[in-house]
């Protein structure tokens, strides 16, 4: 079972910038980072790392987000820089055993930071 703890969340003024870590117990292949927006919407995702390195982003964020893994910490990392209002979500850390960028196939989730754009 892995476990999966987000923390770095919080309230930054827009073109400002945050990074939100995510301590885990164990990596499957693939982690990745998603956000909830708003309540009731559908978690999009972010961001994701392959066990050997690789990474995709998505394009809403390409340029201005990078995440990254250090294996010998057990965290994982989402450096944000240039943030905007639309930024303004719940970011969630997820593991999954395939490289994907579906929330249905994570079966690990975090409990989520709340990240907060302001203008």
């Known amino acids: 079972q892995v476990q999966l703890v987000e923390s770095g969340g919080g309230s930054v003024e827009a073109g400002g910038s945050l990074r939100l870590s995510c301590a885990y117990t164990?990596?499957?292949?693939?982690m990745a980072w998603f956000r909830r927006q708003a309540p009731g919407k559908e978690r999009d995702w972010v961001a994701?790392?392959?066990?050997?390195?690789?990474?995709n982003v998505a394009d809403s964020v390409k340029g201005r987000f990078t995440i990254a893994k250090v294996n010998h910490e057990n965290t994982l990392y989402l450096d944000m820089t240039g943030l905007t209002l639309d930024d303004t979500a719940m970011y969630y850390c997820?593991?999954?055993?395939?490289?994907?960028?579906?929330?249905?196939?994570?079966?690990?989730w975090g409990q989520g930071t709340q990240v907060a754009v302001s203008s």
């Open positions: 994701s790392i392959h066990v050997m390195g690789s990474t």
């Open positions: 997820a593991a999954a055993p395939l490289f994907t960028t579906v929330a249905q196939d994570y079966p690990y």
């Open positions: 164990d990596s499957p292949r693939c």
